[in-house]
């Protein structure tokens, strides 16, 4: 049987849209050029988004005087307030976003479902958890704060990995235990808010908002480490990831040992949105959006690591940028505004995913 016409175009579109390069040692690497040109245009838009936000604010600047402070060629007063008060908080909103990004990525391509998000399967509860038991019990410091969400984050994926398996981790079983772990954790968030005394209530709850508002270098430094780290690490294996989505069975026969990558990425998914929420608070559906706008837009096969993670760097920094021309400097916090969206998409998710079939 001759292949149709759709399947003769679809493969000649693949073939133009893919290109073969090779280094000078013998290695070769296969690039995807729409895929290229979608994260040079994301990384783009987060610059401008960046640009942009750090001009907001009670004392306003142009993009050309913020550009021109960035490179040194600032007044001593825009100096002092770029370098010293909205440079950092911008920084740990590209940084969470990309974050965000890329470990909602790793985790819908080992869970083969659009909903396998951190914020959904109860890794970002944990780090919100860890950080409230700090705040209500121990009444700890900023920097103690951030090492309970990390630890918090850490223990939940940990939990969540030994209760999932079963001879292997299944996508449906790990997003299925990801939602009780998740429903649980919210009780205990619950509970201690019960608990703590009106200072320490109020504390949490700004926390638990997810916010980009007083951000500084001590914020900056822990999580530039950790992408600095992580990122390598599991971009590393996109290729094995690729070869998950195709099935236990097809990734063993093409050499991929799938449970030694699998629990890579996931421990390194895990530490990433641990690192994002001690850094910025749980901010929601960033991690979930993220990955799936990339997807559609490099029309391209696999996680799409490099598109999720820049998408997630452009979602966090523009929506905080909206949330300040919206609503007024530092009124209302950038995880209200993505948890509002959020919700939408993910009724628009759930709906298309039910009129596929798949849910």
């Known amino acids: 049987m001759s292949p149709s016409p759709r399947t003769v175009r679809t493969a000649r579109t693949r073939t133009i849209r893919t290109r073969t390069v090779r280094t000078g040692g013998g290695l070769s690497l296969r690039v995807d050029s729409r895929a290229v040109l979608v994260v040079l245009l994301l990384l783009a838009l987060a610059a401008a988004a960046s640009v942009a936000l750090i001009g907001t604010g009670d004392f306003p600047m142009s993009p050309a005087d913020v550009v021109r402070t960035l490179t ?3 007044t001593p007063a825009q100096d002092v307030i770029v370098h010293d008060l909205r440079l950092p908080r911008v920084l740990v909103g590209l940084l969470a976003g990309g974050c965000l990004g890329l470990a909602g990525a790793v985790f819908q391509s080992v869970s083969r479902n659009p909903l396998g998000s951190p914020d959904v399967i109860g890794f970002g509860q944990g780090s919100a958890a860890g950080a409230l038991v700090v705040i209500v019990l121990f009444h700890g410091d900023p920097f103690a704060v951030a090492a309970g969400a990390v630890a918090g984050g850490v223990v939940t994926g940990l939990a969540v990995y030994l209760l999932a398996w079963k001879k292997g981790i ?5 997003v299925l235990v990801g939602i009780g772990a998740a429903a649980v954790l919210t009780g205990l968030r619950d509970y201690l808010m019960t608990k703590a005394d009106l200072v320490d209530a109020t504390r949490s709850m ?27 690490l599991v971009l590393g294996h996109g290729r094995a990831l690729r070869m998950l989505e195709m099935g236990d069975d097809a990734a063993y026969a093409l050499g991929v040992r799938a449970e030694r ?9 895990v530490l990433l949105t641990a690192a994002a929420t001690a850094a910025a608070g749980p901010i929601g559906f960033v991690a979930l959006a993220a990955p799936q706008l990339a997807r559609r837009l490099t029309r391209a096969a696999g996680p799409g690591l490099f598109a999720a993670a820049a998408m997630g760097a452009a979602l966090l920094v523009g929506a905080d940028w909206a949330s300040q021309r919206l609503f007024g400097a530092d009124k209302l916090p950038v995880g209200a505004l993505t948890g509002m969206f959020g919700g939408c998409y993910l009724l628009w998710l759930l709906f298309t995913e039910r009129k596929a079939g798949r849910v």
């Open 72 to 74: 040194g060629g600032g």
């Open 170 to 174: 299944n996508g449906y079983r790990l």
């Open 206 to 232: 700004i926390w638990m908002v997810g916010s980009l508002n007083g951000r500084d270098w001590e914020q900056v430094r822990p999580l530039l480490i950790a992408a600095a780290v992580l990122f390598p």
């Open 261 to 269: 990558t699998r629990l890579v990425v996931m421990a390194s998914a």
